[in-house]
């Protein structure tokens, strides 16, 4: 049975895939290669998909990189791997894959890495190195929020500027270099070389003992089913809330259909089709108007994150002394959303636990939408790295190998083997990863529209007229950052 069910999802998670590939490629250019445009890039992405049943590797830049430093300066999260260098073999999978690649690297290259782990303010430190023009860094890692606000201080090269590294590569995400590239330019991107892309992802996980105690329905069976909606969702939220500790108020000890933090109204709102902030048709970034089943979208989403009654926000959590991944793990909520980094958090807890897409808005809607979160880190090109040839060797291989060695281990071993728990969840993960959107109001914090947003729904204030009265600021704010990426 348990086989028979996966084989039906897999066919039917493949099939989804299909359609949205095909259904992005006509689109704003952004997930297809086809979207660089130029006869060149055209002959590029065509070869790269020849290679891709060949071998991805062959055409690989090589060189003799004379023995200098790789100089990487690297954003360190507590809620993610971020690990691109290390110190020597220690058993941990990643982290020996890591080890593995880095010295084969230098080995083959002839250079050695120095990467500069830093829990600051990264961006602040590569901007005090570029206006000195000490070229200390060659790249950086960090999370895009932390830079697309202030781009137009003109620290970093446009990436589709650097011919000696090919962005159609398999390990370049493909996903979002569309969404990121504005105006034909590009200022950063994830890969294989740097795991955050796959640990910024948001997920929903949700708690199988829960629903075995109160037979609500396989969460695996409504996706195949195409029934996985907004509305099966509240129902499971309200069927399963109680006042365990029986004081006449939904607070701390009690049980809740989701525990989260307003973060998360980002993801649920990609996941019903819609975003704060969305690309025209042409391609520039332009508020939401507030239609109809805009209005409709965000009035279901406040119906729930006010409701006290089945969704514990995370400030309740905390004043109950707890935190959200505890609560999770001792079954007293059926839902959690948060970023695949925090997965690890709640590895440990006794009741298994799956993780399905977030829910449609109803059932006409075509296929489920995943969330990046904007704090995802990616590379970024200081202006003062002339050395084009180098870096761009160094940035092929570097990708290449990660997708080849810690990919596969990241991948496979620590979020499907160890944090996972059924095949289901695997297949859900890698249709999500398929599937992914950003959110421009987040990623670039135009007239603070991502607070506004967060609050509106939290608060729940009324959609049109909170619109309405930050309008003209957030278009005024979008067409200060256009007027950089056009020039
Ligand atoms: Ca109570």
């Not at 971020?82 to 894959?97: A, H, M, V």
């Not at 782990?117 to 005090?128: C, E, Y």
């Not at 603070?448 to 509106?456: A, E, L, N, Q, R």
Request: charged fraction near 25%; glycine fraction near 10%.
């Amino acid at each position: 049975m348990k086989l028979k069910l996966s084989a039906a999802l897999l066919a039917l998670l493949m099939c989804l895939s299909l359609l949205v590939i095909s259904a992005c490629g006509g689109g704003g250019g952004s997930s297809s290669p086809d979207g660089a445009g130029d006869t060149a890039a055209d002959t590029a992405s065509a070869e790269t998909a020849a290679e891709t049943t060949t071998d991805i590797y062959a055409n690989l830049p090589t060189g003799d990189l004379g023995g200098r430093e790789m100089r990487i300066i690297n954003q360190l999260y507590t809620w993610a791997i971020t690990q691109i260098d290390s110190e020597g073999i220690d058993g941990e999978i990643i982290n020996d894959e890591i080890f593995n690649r880095n010295r084969k690297l230098e080995d083959k290259l002839n250079f050695t890495f120095k990467v500069t782990d830093d829990s600051g303010d990264v961006k602040a430190k590569v901007k005090t190195s570029v206006q000195a023009g000490d070229g200390a860094y060659d790249l950086m890692f960090t999370g895009a929020f932390r830079v697309a606000p202030s781009i137009n201080e003109g620290l970093f090269t446009d990436l589709n500027t650097i011919d000696t590294i090919n962005l159609d590569n398999v390990w370049w995400d493909q996903t979002t270099r569309g969404q990121y590239t504005l105006n034909n330019k590009l200022y950063w991107m994830h890969g294989s070389m740097q795991l955050m892309i796959y640990e910024g992802l948001w997920t929903m996980m949700f708690n199988k003992q829960i629903v075995e105690d109160f037979a609500l329905d396989n969460l695996y069976d409504l996706v195949v089913d195409g029934k996985w909606t907004y509305e099966r969702m509240t129902e499971m939220m309200k069927a399963v809330s109680e006042d365990l500790n029986g004081n006449g108020s939904h607070d701390f000890g009690d049980r809740f259909g989701i525990v989260t933090h307003t973060g998360s109204v980002f993801p649920f709102l990609h996941g019903l089709g819609e975003g704060v902030v969305k690309l025209g048709a042409d391609g520039v970034p332009a508020l939401a108007e507030t239609d109809e089943k805009f209005v409709g979208i965000t009035d279901a989403l406040k119906s729930f994150y006010s409701d006290k009654e089945i969704c514990g926000l995370e400030p309740v959590i905390k004043a109950g002394g707890g935190d959200m991944y505890s609560y999770f793990s001792n079954d007293l909520t059926l839902f959690l959303v948060e970023v695949m980094g925090r997965v690890r958090d709640i590895r440990q807890m006794d009741s298994d636990f799956g993780l399905v897409p977030y829910p449609k808005y109803d059932e006409a809607q075509e296929f489920h939408i995943g969330y990046i979160s904007p704090d995802t880190s990616a590379l970024f090109w200081p202006v003062t790295n002339t050395g084009y040839e180098d870096t761009g060797i160094f940035l092929e291989n570097f990708g290449a190998s990660s997708y080849e060695t810690v990919r596969p281990a990241y991948y496979d071993v620590t979020l499907q083997g160890k944090r996972l728990r059924d095949n289901e969840s695997e297949q859900m993960l890698d249709y999500i990863y398929g599937h992914i959107q950003c959110e421009y109001g987040f990623m670039f914090r135009w007239a603070g529209i991502d607070g506004v947003f967060k609050s509106m729904i939290a608060d729940n204030k009324e959609t049109v007229s909170t619109f309405d009265s930050v309008r003209s600021a957030v278009e005024g704010a979008i067409a200060k950052t256009m007027e950089y990426y056009d020039s």
